[in-house]
């Protein structure tokens, strides 16, 4: 069941006004399900936009940002909470424990960083969680393609290639996360499997 999703995307706002847009399109969507937000704490970029979005629908928003960020990201000071951790690598497995399910909008490097190292504990077996990229205006196919070459040349078995949800409108893409969202007790038992 999805009641929470992580978002992940950029703390810049790209060239293109669009990103912003699908980003205030998917709060809205996840306001409508009644689904919370969890994502990286910044009021600047995307972030920003889809925090801003939330709250102003009416949403619960929950922020997690490292302290050597607080300043560089500009801590957001209007969030339902906002966790305030060590390092990066605390930020990455809070959110991910306080989501069941998450997209990656448009973004950089920390972006992809939070993408794929939550693709890789989903190999590992430490979650179950669906993944999915909401792909805007085609912004990432050229990373399909690179995840296409790796599974073609015997790096990523097909099997985790297509672990990845994806769809262009954020409508959809939440409509995927649902179906593919475990239920209460499968997530229980992953979890057991994680502690073991």
Known sequence: MLKSICVYCGASMGKDEIHADVARQLAQEMVNENISLVYGGAHIGLMGVIADEMLRLGGEVTGIIPKNLLEKEVAHDSLTRLYIVKDMHERKAMMADLADGFIALSGGMGT????????TWGMQGLHEKPVGI??????????????????????VQPRYADLLLTASEPKALLAKLRQAAPSDEMESKAYARFLI
């Open 112 to 119: 992809l960083d939070e993408l794929f190292e939550t693709i």
């Open 134 to 155: 909401l792909n805007v205006n085609g912004f990432y196919d050229s990373l399909f393609g690179l995840i296409s070459h790796l599974s073609e040349q015997g790096f």
